[in-house]
C-alpha cells in the first residue's frame, strides 16, 4: 500500500487543507490496525489457554553416495590376473592386463551428532555376470571400521580386487554390493 | 542491463554447477532418531527422509546383529537367529515396510511394541535397517574397445541401521574401563580401550578423555555401547597423527550416559595410555 502511519499522524497535526480526507483514511488505518491488533490478542490468548508449542529436535544421521567403485576398462590377458583399487581409488593392474579409464573408489559420507560413532558394515565379496556371459568376482576393502564423526561428518571408501579369468569373457559386467552405516 | 547480465552469469554457473553434481545419488538418506528404546507398552516414531536428488524407493526392514569383541556389529542371518533375537523381531511391529519418495520428502515410520505375557526379563533388540532400493543397475559409463575388453558396473546398495531396543523388567548393567593403549596400523594410529559389562541389559554412553592441567578434552565419542551378548569389548577410535601422539601418558577416560538421560556417570578410570 505505501502508507506511512507515523506520517499520517503528523498531519493531523498539520491541519491542512485536505484535512478531512486525511482523518477519514486514518481512521480507517487506525480501525484496521485495532482490528488486528485485537486479532492477535485474542490469537495468542488461545494460543495459551490451548497449551504451548513444542519441537523436539531429534538426533539425525544421514548418508549420501558421492562415488561408484570404478574398475573403468580391463582387456584380460591370455592367464588370470587381478586388479585392485586401493580405498584412495589408486588402480594396480596385474600381470598380463591392460587397464584403461579412470579408476574410483566408491565414496560415502555420513553426517550426524558431532563425536558419534558409526559402525560401517557391508559386503566382503560381491559377483559381477557379464552381458554375453560368464562372471566374476571382487573382494571388497572398507577404509573405515568405525567413524567418529567431526563437525563436518565423516566418510569412508569402498575398493576392491576383482579377478579377471583368463580370456575373460568381453561384455559389460555388473553387480550390486550392501553397504550400511550403523548406530550403535 | 549490466546487472541482468551479472544475474544471467550466476544463474548459467549454478546451472553449470548442477550439471556437474553426479547423478547416481538417488537414494542418499537421513533418518532420525539414531537409537530407540521402548519400555514395552508405548510405541514410537522414526522419521525417514530422501536427501537425494531424484525420487527413490525405500525399505525398512528389522535385522539381527551381533556385536562382536571388536566392536563391530556381525550381520545374522534370520535362520541362525536364537530365541531372543527371534522374540525381538516378533514383539517389534513397524510400517509402512515400504515407501517412494520425492527429494526431500519425510516419511514417518510407526514403530509398535507388542511384548507377550510371560517374556522373561531382559533386553530384546533388532536393528532397523533402511534402505533404497536400487534401480535396475545403470550400463557401462565408459565405452570400451570393441569386443576386447570387459566394463564393471557395481551399484552399492547402501542404508542406515539403528537399533530399536525392547526392555522387559527390571535391567540392571554396569561397566568398568580396562586397559587404555594407542596403537598404529596401516590405516592409521587408533585409540583403543576394554570395557566390560555385567548386567542384563546394555550399557550405552558418551566417552571423553581428559589430562588433568588440559582445558579441553584430548578424545570425545558419543554413543559407545556394550551389547548384552558380551560380557567385554575392545573399543578403537580412529584418531589423527597428533591426537594419538597427544593421548600418550597419564589421562582420565570418562563413560558416561547420554545428555538425554541425564550424563550420569558409568565409569571413570586414570590411566596411563601406552
Redesign the interface.
Given at each position: 500500500m505505501g502508507w506511512d502511519f507515523h506520517s499520517d499522524f503528523d498531519h493531523l497535526s498539520n491541519q491542512g487543507t485536505n484535512h478531512m480526507r486525511t482523518t477519514g483514511m486514518k481512521r480507517a488505518l487506525l480501525g484496521a490496525a485495532i482490528a488486528a491488533f485485537a486479532f492477535n490478542a485474542s490469537a495468542a490468548h488461545a494460543a495459551t489457554a490451548t497449551g504451548t508449542a513444542t519441537a523436539k529436535i531429534?538426533?539425525?544421521?544421514?548418508?549420501?553416495?558421492?562415488?561408484?567403485?570404478?574398475?573403468?576398462?580391463?582387456?584380460?590377458g591370455a592367464t588370470a590376473s587381478t586388479v585392485s583399487v586401493s580405498t584412495a581409488g589408486a588402480v594396480s593392474c596385474g600381470a598380463g592386463l591392460?587397464c584403461?579409464?579412470?579408476t574410483t573408489a566408491?565414496n560415502?559420507n555420513v553426517n550426524?551428532?558431532?563425536?558419534?560413532?558409526v559402525?560401517v558394515?557391508g559386503d566382503a565379496n560381491?559377483t559381477?555376470n557379464?552381458s554375453l556371459g560368464g562372471s566374476?568376482t571382487?573382494s571388497l576393502t572398507y577404509?573405515?571400521?568405525?567413524?567418529?564423526l567431526g563437525a563436518s561428518g565423516g566418510s569412508f571408501q569402498?575398493g576392491?580386487t576383482?579377478n579377471?579369468g583368463a580370456n575373460?569373457?568381453?561384455?559389460?559386467?555388473?553387480?550390486?554390493?550392501?553397504?550400511?552405516?550403523?548406530?550403535? | 542491463m549490466l546487472r541482468l547480465f551479472k544475474a544471467f552469469r550466476l544463474l548459467a554457473a549454478g546451472a553449470l554447477a548442477l550439471l556437474s553434481v553426479?547423478a547416481?545419488?538417488a537414494?542418499?538418506?537421513?533418518?532420525?532418531?539414531?537409537?530407540v528404546i521402548l519400555d514395552g507398552s508405548r510405541g514410537t516414531e522414526v522419521?525417514l527422509n530422501n536427501?537425494?536428488a531424484e525420487p527413490a524407493t525405500y525399505r525398512i526392514s528389522l535385522e539381527v546383529?551381533r556385536?562382536t569383541a571388536?566392536?563391530?556389529?556381525d550381520?545374522i542371518a534370520e535362520s541362525d537367529a536364537n530365541d531372543a533375537e527371534k522374540a525381538a523381531l516378533n514383539m517389534i511391529a513397524f510400517s509402512p515396510r515400504r515407501v517412494t519418495l520425492p527429494p526431500n520428502q519425510p516419511q514417518v515410520v510407526r514403530v509398535g511394541v507388542r511384548v507377550p505375557e510371560g517374556t522373561p526379563p531382559g533386553e530384546y533388540r533388532a536393528?532397523m535397517?533402511f534402505?533404497a532400493v536400487?534401480d535396475a543397475?545403470a550400463?557401462?559409463?565408459?565405452p570400451?574397445?570393441a569386443?576386447?575388453?570387459?566394463?564393471?558396473?557395481?551399484?552399492?546398495?547402501?542404508?542406515?541401521?539403528?537399533?530399536v531396543i525392547v526392555r522387559v523388567g527390571e535391567l540392571d548393567a554396569e561397566a568398568a574401563i580396562g586397559e587404555a593403549w594407542v596403537s598404529e596400523s596401516d590405516?592409521g594410529a587408533a585409540f583403543n580401550f576394554d570395557l566390560t559389562r555385567t548386567g542384563n541389559r546394555s550399557v550405552?554412553g558418551?566417552i571423553e578423555v581428559t589430562r588433568a592441567g588440559v582445558a579441553e578434552p584430548l578424545l570425545?565419542?558419543?554413543?559407545?555401547?556394550v551389547?548384552p551378548e558380551i560380557a567385554a569389548r575392545q573399543v578403537?577410535?580412529?584418531?589423527p597423527q597428533e591426537v594419538a601422539a597427544k593421548l600418550k601418558g597419564p589421562v582420565r577416560i570418562r563413560y558416561t550416559e547420554d545428555r538425554e538421560l541425564g550424563g550420569g556417570t558409568i565409569d571413570e578410570a586414570e590411566r596411563v595410555v601406552k
Open positions: 531429534l538426533r539425525q544421521i544421514t548418508l549420501t553416495n558421492t562415488s561408484d567403485l570404478q574398475f573403468a576398462t580391463i582387456i584380460s591392460t584403461t579409464g579412470t566408491a560415502f550426524g551428532t558431532e563425536g558419534a560413532v559402525v558394515g560381491v559381477l557379464g566374476m571382487s577404509s573405515n571400521a568405525t567413524i567418529t569402498v576392491g576383482l579377471v575373460q569373457t568381453a561384455g559389460d559386467y555388473s553387480g550390486t554390493f550392501n553397504v550400511t552405516a550403523n548406530y550403535q | 553426479p547416481h545419488a537414494g542418499d538418506l537421513l533418518v532420525a532418531p539414531t537409537r522419521v536427501i537425494g546383529k556385536m571388536a566392536g563391530g556389529l550381520e536393528h535397517l534402505r536400487p543397475a550400463a557401462t559409463a565408459e570400451r574397445p569386443g576386447t575388453g570387459v566394463s564393471i558396473a557395481l551399484t552399492p546398495i547402501y542404508g542406515i541401521t539403528i537399533p590405516e550405552y558418551d570425545v565419542a558419543r554413543g559407545i555401547a551389547y578403537s577410535l580412529r584418531v
